[in-house]
């Protein structure tokens, strides 16, 4: 069985909500929010949270087996600029290629909304993380000392931005 990716709108809540959480639970020390941030929200806060980004998610059959979303700069002069947010590849699934079709159905949604750069931002302990970014054309160009707390460890953000149009 394949894997498809689609975007997501309001009425994929629940596939939203378990492949998140899901990312939240197994991998908590590469996001900066919490599962528990997320627990206790309601399907309209959930809605909200899929109004505020384009949510991608890949589905084997029915289930969601990843995700990547993409925030874009509100601001008239920065609305060139989008942050991916919420990176997540199940386990079974990481080695197959997923995470770079993801992010290629991501980069050409962005390209057709008129987007030309692409950032992120990834804790300094993912290495393998920030390694897949790399191959993928993303180049530091920063960090933020101390930016992401976990289990009471300052870990510094490194900022990443990939140019996906001239």
């Known amino acids: 069985m394949g894997v498809a990716i689609r975007l997501l709108g309001t009425d994929d809540v629940e596939a939203f909500r378990t492949v998140r959480l899901e990312a939240l639970r197994t991998e908590s020390a590469s996001f900066a929010s919490s599962a528990e941030d997320w627990e206790g929200l309601s399907a309209e806060e959930w809605r909200g949270r899929m109004v505020d980004a384009s949510v991608f998610v890949a589905f084997r059959g029915d289930v969601p ?18 942050t991916l947010v919420m990176v997540y590849v199940h386990q ?4 197959t290629g997923l995470a770079k079709r993801l992010l290629e159905t991501v980069a050409d949604h962005a390209r057709k909304a008129g987007i030309k750069q692409l950032e992120l931002a990834v804790s300094a302990e993912n290495v393998v993380g920030a390694r897949f970014y790399e191959r993928q054309g993303f180049a530091e160009v920063g960090r933020i000392p101390g930016g992401f707390l976990h289990e009471g460890r300052e870990i510094d953000d490194v900022l990443m931005v990939r140019r996906i149009a001239d």
């Not at 990547?68 to 920065?78: H, P, Y």
């Not at 079974?92 to 080695?95: K, L, S, W």
């Open 65 to 82: 087996v990843g995700i990547m979303g993409l925030m874009r700069q509100r601001a008239s002069k920065m609305a060139h600029r989008a």
């Open 92 to 95: 079974e699934q990481r080695g």
